[in-house]
Antibody, heavy 120, light 110 residues
Framework: EVHLVESGGGLVQPGGSLRLSCAAS????????MTWVRQAPGKGLEWVAN????????YYVDSVKGRLTISRDNARNSLYLQMNNLRAEDTAVYYC?????????????WGQGTLVTVSS | QSVLTQPPSASGTPGQRVTISCSGS????????VFWYQQLPGTAPKLLIY???QRPSGVPDRFSASKSGTSASLAISGLRSEDEADYYC???????????FGGGTKLTVL
């Protein structure tokens, strides 16, 4: 069974940093793009970033460029999101998901999410 | 303001058929496939429809979807109480080089 488990969320002050992790199992991790999607409290879904199988291509939503960095460790079947210079508007539940193909919005399955709260 | 436009709410009674619209532009829906996600209260989103109108295994055939030009729609027939959820459309946007979501539609089963 395909399984994605996020971790690393928590409370951080504005300007601070946090690193999210997503542990993948049940599928050949190296065969898939991966993605992060977030959801602010009471709001809709917002795509954050994608990364290619070998990490050679990455795409970001404009609002996070230069502050959030997606990466992966294929040896550990893990996806990461390094979050720097965090702002209040980054407060959200962050979901990792398997991304079926570039130029699509095909995310399946999703993890359970991890909550990031940016507040002083 | 989401790139894809959905009505914020929809409702129906058990057994009814409801539709949810999703409007975009030539750079997203007009040139790429549409995907639909269902988010039950307090849970992670789940893929409901892929490539405009395909259902993943396990999704009841009460759920159907279509796309025409720069718009898409999701239809739910034989409405059931367990269909009460938030529904999101999504597509790749060529101009933004990224994925765009609709703002979501909260479906209430009366």
């Amino acid at each position: 069974e395909v399984h994605l488990v996020e971790s690393g969320g928590g409370l951080v002050q504005p300007g601070g940093s946090l690193r999210l992790s997503c542990a993948a199992s049940g599928f050949t991790f190296t065969s898939y793009w991966m993605t992060w999607v977030r959801q602010a409290p009471g709001k809709g879904l917002e795509w954050v970033a994608n990364i290619k199988q070998d990490g050679s291509e990455k795409y970001y939503v404009d609002s996070v460029k230069g502050r959030l960095t997606i990466s992966r460790d294929n040896a550990r079947n893990s996806l990461y999101l390094q979050m720097n210079n965090l702002r209040a508007e980054d407060t959200a539940v962050y979901y990792c998901a398997r991304y079926q193909s570039i130029s699509s919005a095909w995310f399946d399955p999703w993890g359970q999410g991890t909550l990031v709260t940016v507040s002083s | 303001q989401s790139v894809l436009t959905q009505p914020p709410s929809a409702s129906g009674t058990p057994g009814q058929r409801v539709t949810i619209s999703c409007s975009g532009s030539g750079s997203n829906i007009g040139s790429n496939s549409v995907f639909w996600y269902q988010q039950l209260p307090g849970t992670a989103p789940k893929l409901l429809i892929y490539i405009n109108n395909q259902r993943p295994s396990g999704v009841p055939d009460r759920f159907s979807a279509s796309k025409s030009g720069t718009s898409a729609s999701l239809a739910i027939s034989g409405l059931r109480s367990e269909d009460e959820a938030d529904y999101y459309c999504a597509a790749w946007d060529d101009s933004l080089s990224g994925v765009v979501f609709g703002g979501g539609t909260k479906l209430t089963v009366l």
